[in-house]
């Protein structure tokens, strides 16, 4: 499998030094992203939370962890989060590769890590893999590693970076509207750079409060008066395909959404012409999905003589 190209007129996905993205890497990354193996209860993996259909997040309100657990916010999108410098709704997490293994051993999953990773060794398929990436047998870092990797070739280009690059006919007349109508009512001061959003935290209600959530955001990291219901911006890209929105979840209309954030974000009240030629300009941010995080793939089988138990 090949390496996705950034969307056209962007930058290649930043990297860290010492993860660099290889073709085999991604391979062993996508399996995996798509393992249940990988969880407490084999429930659950990565693309639980991510599936294709919702937009790489779950289509619930607040994610499901593995064990039954509920969790408290929704899931975020991954399409295009190699972009990102900080992760989760607060940003606890400042590399791609913590905020996977936070997944992983978290709520989430619910894994303990040591125990997975020898799961992972005495499965063949897997055991050459990593031997072959990282020289070594599977061990916690070497396994969000490779995830990260995968991640970051989640990449959806879209009509929207045609326009950017010329194409005055990629967008209608409608979505040129709308793009005009986030420009002039200054939502782009937020939601900006190549995910149109992801880039930085805001308060969820600079001109009103958010009436459905008493989540206090960025404050529970950093214990900071002036973080109080700060989250980091969502990406408009794919977000017609992400409902429910909101860090809770509670809003399944995009136009509804839109609205909120004109009444509470920039204190307007927005019109029906408003809404109606932002939704469609939003609609120009969907992107084409690369096919190879849409097909499970083909995962090693497991050689332990004894099955992981479900439940201890």
Known sequence: MGLAAPPAGFDAVPTPADNPTTPEKVALGRQLFFDTRLSADESRSCYSCHVCEHG????????????????????????????????YWDGRSSSLEAQ??????GGNM???ADEVVAMLNGIDGYASQFQDVFGEGATPDNVVQAIAAFER?????????????????????????????VVQK?????????????????KFGIRGRYEYSDDLGRYNVTK??????????PMWRNVTRTAPYFNDGSIWDLSEAVRIMGRIQIGQKLTDDDVDAIVAFLHSLEGKMPQEAMVLPVLPASTLATPKPVFK
Request: proline content about 3%; charged content about 20%; glycine content about 14%.
């Open 153 to 181: 070739t989640l990449l959806t280009p879209s009509r929207f970076d045609d326009f950017l690059n010329g194409k005055a006919s990629a967008l209608n007349d409608q979505e040129q509207k709308g793009l005009q109508r």
């Open 224 to 233: 900071k008066e002036a973080d109080k219901y700060f989250f980091k911006v």
């Open 100 to 105: 996977a293994k936070a997944a992983w051993t």
């Open 186 to 202: 200054g939502c782009i001061i937020c939601h900006n750079g190549v995910g149109a959003g992801g880039g930085m935290f805001q």
């Open 56 to 87: 790489l997040t779950d289509g619930l309100p607040v994610a499901q962890g593995a064990l039954g657990k509920q969790l408290t916010r929704s899931s975020p999108s991954l399409w295009n989060i190699g972009y990102h410098t900080e992760f």
């Open 110 to 112: 619910g894994a303990n």
